[in-house]
């Protein structure tokens, strides 16, 4: 599988996906009545502009609706922005598909491996960035990244952004988790600041909010940037259902807080747990989903728990990872402990 | 205006929108309570390679799921497949987003004029076609064609294509409106031939079932090609209502009949009583709307009939047009004939 949450071809419906990162309380209570007592706005073309779900959007990341740009899931943004570029920084491991629409947009990539712990390498990125200068380059990092959770640090944030406004490099941030991570501090914020004025931000509802199937990403920079891009975009990329949960979704502040803490505590139980283990090493996620390095190949493990109607994430089609890492969502206590318990069982299987 | 449709900018919701070619009939009854039902498919991804959804067109359209595409609709799949070539042909007038798309894709385009009653000048456009001889080409034309409501003849469509065969120029057919247009041919059915191995056919959920805010397009063509582009397109462009509306419309004997008559009663009436002005021109459409030339400006009618709450399309921003145009919806009969009444009005204020 190149993607988790592929549940189509391995199974039906009633598996108990861990290998796909969406919040486990499921999408707002009450979502679902707002959507149809809106659903006749499918029977007209969305606004061509978006207005009223950018003006939802700015509410939500205060910050003016002129600096977003909004899109149909958060690949779109990422196509739509690599694509600008004629180079392309990607420290790995990260999201498979930086690589994929690189390719397909013949965008020169230079591949960055991370240090020993898969943390990003900063002097080197650092370095790739000064080499970049003036040659139409960009560089994109998960923040927190996907598949280890790690956030960065402020410092390196400043210190990568520096290099980027030296060396005319545009820094693409994919904050598709970015309200699990609780950083200290807000990337948004300096979109609109001239300071800091190559930071292009994309996030999504698609993770946060348990609506992968809606299709709704949306992308914070400069707003002249803003007006460019989305010139470029196809008329009308989303769709009715999504224009209108804007108006639910990201008011919804209970929802919100109450997603922040129930992962927060269930990640660390997680991390606690898995790490008692002493057969794994945890990376410290934070995000959603931790990933995980086995002493010996996942594959045994991954049909274990597969026969008992789990699906886990195999790492191996993540560059700089083999088929030692596995990765898994945080899901609620009932079914983190049934992973919990089936590690338990395969363990003793084996020994 | 660009695009028909704009209500979000002229006014409030109850415009009588004469500007957006939508079935009057609305969508298939049943569909919002058989969305409801399938909700939560919005929690998990949908199927990345969209088997159901395609396996319903495959049915519909009565050819292998192999030569299907779907995309976040028609728009997508147009700006994809023009992307592909150097070169395009693009008669004119035609929907606004053929010029638009390759302008930014960067493709180089050969505008051609029209024949004085705006149909397609055949023999220039033979003459084309052999111009593009391995230049990797192609030509895009509407059938029926956006804004005039022309299809093309099979006799047409036979030299078109054989001159595309000869010079390997792919011919795509944009049939948004296709159910409408009541032709002796399908050409879906050549999509399969090897002798017709350059035709892409591209159509749409959005007109026919009124579902332009669902975002439901697909194409067809030979299955090699419909390989290497869907390899190219974003995952998960297809959002997990119109993946599940699949299911329901397609399916709906009923009112894919009924809306065909219903349309083509409407079409009629609405010709015959146009055409006893004396002062419009009106093209002979086979689409759910209708051009219409007038003697002067359309402004002044534009404004008058927007003071009355009905809302045309203005057609000097397609290629080949100017401000006698208009372009007006096949709607119901009680709104064909507000129309027709204030027409009138007009025309008696006017005199």
Request: net charge negative; no cysteine.
């Given at each position: 599988m190149i993607h988790g949450a592929d549940i189509w071809t391995y199974g039906d419906e009633n598996l108990i996906d861990f290998s796909s990162n969406i919040?486990?309380?499921?999408?707002?209570?009450g979502l679902r009545e707002f959507l149809f007592s809106q659903?006749?706005?499918?029977?007209r073309y969305p606004d061509i502009k978006y207005r009223l779900l950018k003006d939802n959007l700015s509410k939500y990341l205060k910050?003016?609706?002129?600096?977003i740009i909004a899109g149909n899931g958060a690949m779109e943004l990422i196509d739509l922005i690599i694509s600008r570029y004629e180079n392309i920084i990607i420290p790995y491991p990260s999201f498979v598909e930086y690589e994929i629409r690189a390719n397909i947009r013949k965008i020169n990539m230079n591949l960055i491996p991370p240090k020993k712990d898969l943390s990003l390498d900063i002097e080197r990125i650092l370095k790739e960035i000064r080499r970049l200068k003036d040659k139409n380059g960009s560089i994109i990092i998960g923040?927190?990244?996907?598949?280890?959770g790690y956030a960065i640090d402020y410092s390196h944030l400043t210190d990568i952004h520096s290099a980027c406004m030296e060396s005319e490099v545009d820094l693409i941030l994919d904050?598709?988790?970015?309200?699990?991570?609780?950083?200290?501090?807000?990337?948004?914020?300096?979109?609109?600041s001239k300071e800091f004025k190559n930071i292009i931000i994309i996030r999504a509802a698609t993770k946060f909010f348990a609506l992968?199937?809606?299709?709704l990403g949306y992308s914070v920079m400069q707003s002249g940037l803003a007006k460019i891009i989305e010139d470029q975009m196809n008329p009308w990329s989303i769709n009715s259902f999504a224009d209108s949960a804007s108006s639910y979704i990201f008011k919804d502040e209970d929802y919100i807080k109450k997603s922040i803490s129930f992962n927060r505590m269930e990640r660390n139980y997680l991390i606690s747990e898995l790490n008692k283990f002493g057969i794994f090493r945890v990376y410290d996620s934070k995000s959603n989903f931790i990933l995980l390095k086995m002493e010996n190949s996942n594959r045994k493990l991954f049909e274990f728990l597969l026969k008992n109607n789990l699906l886990i994430r195999l790492c191996q089609n993540f560059r700089g990872l083999d088929d030692r890492y596995i990765r898994i969502a945080v899901k609620s206590r009932i079914y983190n402990d049934r992973l919990l318990k089936l590690l338990h069982d395969y363990v003793n299987l084996k020994s």
């Open positions: 919040n486990p309380l499921g999408y707002p209570e659903f006749d706005n499918v029977k910050i003016s609706s002129k600096n923040n927190p990244n996907n598949p280890n904050e598709a988790f970015f309200e699990y991570a609780e950083l200290d501090y807000d990337t948004v914020e300096y979109a609109e992968p199937g809606l299709r």
